[in-house]
């Protein structure tokens, strides 16, 4: 009952700056707290960064911090993730999902998107 489409994802050399949007419909967004996950080739899935339904509290993975930002606006039903000084090591599918509570374990989450690639490469 809960849609999830990601986007923004491609292709971008080391050193640079994607943000990622998860839009979602169904039911109401701003019940959820949201998170992003995301699968490099042949690895583990992997957790990045997590909001609560009202925006007010963040965490992240120790791996990102100081380069990747999570929001919400709620208004819009969207959840972004601000991807800063890229490296090639973050070239992976970038998956957001929707649970009842903020969690950096995967198997909180109810809902999951179809992924986008992220590609760092010169």
């Known amino acids: 009952q809960v849609q999830l489409v990601e986007s923004g994802g491609g292709l971008v050399q080391p050193g640079g700056s994607l943000r990622l949007s998860c839009a979602a419909s169904g039911r109401t967004f701003s019940s959820y707290a949201m998170g992003w996950f995301r699968q490099a080739a042949g690895k583990e899935r992997e957790f990045l960064a997590t909001?609560?339904?009202?925006?007010?509290?963040?965490s992240y993975a120790d791996s990102v911090k100081g380069r990747f930002t999570i929001s919400r606006d709620n208004a819009k039903n969207t959840v972004y993730l601000q991807l800063n000084s890229l490296r090639p090591e973050d070239t992976a599918v970038y998956y957001c999902?929707?649970?009842?509570?903020?969690?950096?374990?995967?198997?909180?989450?109810?809902?999951w998107g179809q992924g986008t690639q992220v590609t760092v490469s010169s």
């Open positions: 999902a929707a649970g009842s509570r903020k969690s950096g374990y995967a198997s909180f989450y109810d809902y």
């Open positions: 909001i609560n339904w009202s925006g007010t509290g963040t």
